[in-house]
């Protein structure tokens, strides 16, 4: 059996990565690792592939930055290039980014079935770019992995057949179980009297006046705690492009960095007293590292860590937010309570429904 795996961004290399390692315990299986160049910086790309010893992709794109036509546009046509040359049996492909729907779609339209991991999650919010490449790479796939309850129930609502949906768990817990001792093992912060922040969805820091509120916000709460600041380029790009770099450097208790490896966050994570973000993804992992997690979104896709982990969905409400971080401060925030099949083992019940369903 010939598979296809699609990587684009940081997330999509940190979920394939156990997969990868599962993929190669099966000999009948031939995995071709495609990566499209969405993500094109060293530390967001190159790095991870180290780390998380994933091999050297098979093919890159090498597609790089654009707007979101150009990017899908362009990867739509290397990709086509490949799936004619490789004729896969099947593509794989995570998340929920440009790669992600653009190598479906070409997929598809060539009659080549499609696996979906981490089907299913809704923000229901229509406005974020991720959500739009959810629905329509979900309405296209012929399974449907998903990492919670609640994904099911929406794709059922949404009209997809229950035949092709598989709860299997989360291959992003899979590689940071794996990763966490090594993780753990790197240089401790001389304190762990900080919080970690990350920022970097469009409907943050693409508009002026929302990302210059979001920093009066960091301002606030940098007088109460050191805040560690790896900055992802899009957000740097934007401080500079609305001249708010001023405004941040008045801040002497903001360290900024560039982006960490995906090993030097886990460590900075796992030491810190708690996380401010806009990720997805991250909401997951400190919920299973016990940390509390503070997310400045209106909306998550993530709902089960909000229920049963250790996220706080706090949009950009000033005073909603300081008031979570002053609970945290205080020793009350809420604990992991452990979700089902976050345990290491997602890679193994994908690889096993692909082949048994390859069988049938």
Not at 90 to 97: A, N
Not at 173 to 189: F, G, M, Q, V, Y
Not at 255 to 268: G, V, W
Request: hydrophobic share 40%; proline share 4%; glycine share 4%.
């Amino acid at each position: 059996m010939k598979i296809i795996s699609v990587v684009g961004t940081r997330p999509n290399f940190v979920k394939i990565a156990s997969l990868v390692k599962e993929f190669s315990k099966h000999p009948d299986i031939t995995n071709i690792l495609v990566h499209t160049g969405q993500h094109y910086d060293e530390k967001m790309s190159d790095s991870f592939f180290r780390e998380l010893e994933i091999p050297e992709p098979d093919i890159n794109l090498g597609i790089g930055s654009g707007s979101h036509a150009e990017q899908t546009g362009r990867i739509m046509i290397e990709f086509e290039k490949v799936l004619l040359n490789e004729k896969p049996d099947l593509v794989l492909v995570v998340g929920d980014v440009n790669s992600t729907l653009a190598c479906a779609l070409t997929s598809v339209k060539l009659g080549i079935k499609v696996a979906h991991i981490e089907a299913g999650l809704r923000s229901f919010d229509r406005e974020m770019p991720e959500e739009i490449n959810r629905i329509l790479t979900d309405q296209i796939s012929d399974y449907l992995f998903t990492t919670e309850k609640d994904a099911e129930k929406n794709l059922l609502n949404e009209g997809i057949a229950k035949s092709k949906i598989f709860f299997v768990g989360n291959l992003m817990i899979d590689t940071l179980l794996i990763h966490k001792e090594r993780a753990s093992n790197l240089k401790k912060p001389d304190s762990n009297d900080y919080a970690i922040l990350t920022l970097h969805r469009p409907s943050n820091v693409d508009d002026k006046e929302t990302l210059s509120n979001i920093l009066e916000i960091i301002r606030e709460i940098q007088s109460q705690i050191k805040i560690i600041w790896p900055m992802h380029p899009r957000t740097r790009n934007n401080l500079e492009r609305f001249n708010l770099k001023e405004k941040l450097k008045e801040m002497k208790n903001v360290s900024i960095s560039d982006p960490l490896t995906y090993l030097e966050f886990m460590n900075a994570v796992m030491n810190s007293k708690f996380v401010l973000t806009d990720s997805g993804g991250i909401q997951e992992e400190t919920t299973v590292l016990n940390i509390p997690c503070i997310t400045l979104r209106d909306n998550t896709e993530r709902p089960v860590t909000i229920e049963q982990g250790t996220n706080y969905l706090a949009g950009s409400n000033k005073n909603s937010i300081l008031e979570i971080i002053q609970k945290v401060l205080n020793g009350k925030a809420k604990q992991y309570r452990g979700i089902k099949f976050w345990d290491g083992k997602a890679a193994e019940r994908i690889v096993s429904v692909i082949k048994n369903e390859k069988a049938n």
